[in-house]
């Protein structure tokens, strides 16, 4: 017996809903552009070339649409794998929905997300992680030296 999907609720629109601080992100829709950089910057040092991080924004969001959250059914085993390494990322997450069919069974429907924090910490800079600050500051640097004599 096939269910009608009903549409999902206003709420989970593509609209980015951040800090209320990120005057930059609060209230922008989430763009190809947004992802690319995003993803650009997820990957390494380095980064991934343009044109890469590109193409796998535009694949991701042809799956995502207006949507803020698609199922997982969707996906085909080479599209997972990707979706598996903007997860490592933390540009997606997923999420787990249980209900029981009228025959007492569980049934679980897996969802796939946006990271919207993390999207913005990608895009904007924030929230580096220790791996990433190898340009040798500590915070000891601002100390004076006066401070480690005792008197």
Not at 59 to 75: C, K, W
Not at 76 to 91: C, H, Q, S, T, V
Request: aromatic share 8%; hydrophobic share 35%; proline share 3%.
């Amino acid at each position: 017996m096939k269910r009608r999907v009903e549409p999902l609720n206003e709420s989970l629109n593509i609209i980015t809903k951040l800090k209320k601080s990120d005057v930059s992100v609060t209230n922008t829709t989430l763009t190809v552009e947004h992802l690319t950089k995003a993803i650009k910057n997820s990957i390494d040092k380095q980064g991934m070339p343009e044109e890469e991080a590109r193409a796998m924004a535009q694949h991701v969001m042809n799956f995502f649409g207006y949507s803020e959250r698609i199922i997982d059914n969707v996906l085909e085993p080479e599209d997972r794998d990707a979706f598996y390494m903007l997860e490592d990322a933390g540009i997606l997450t997923t999420e787990r929905e249980e209900t029981t069919l009228y025959d007492g069974r569980e049934w679980r429907i897996h969802y796939w997300m946006f990271h919207k924090e993390r999207i913005s910490e990608l895009i904007y800079g924030r929230g580096r992680s220790l791996d990433n600050l190898d340009d040798g500051v500590t915070v000891y640097d601002d100390i004076p030296d006066d401070i480690w004599s005792r008197e």
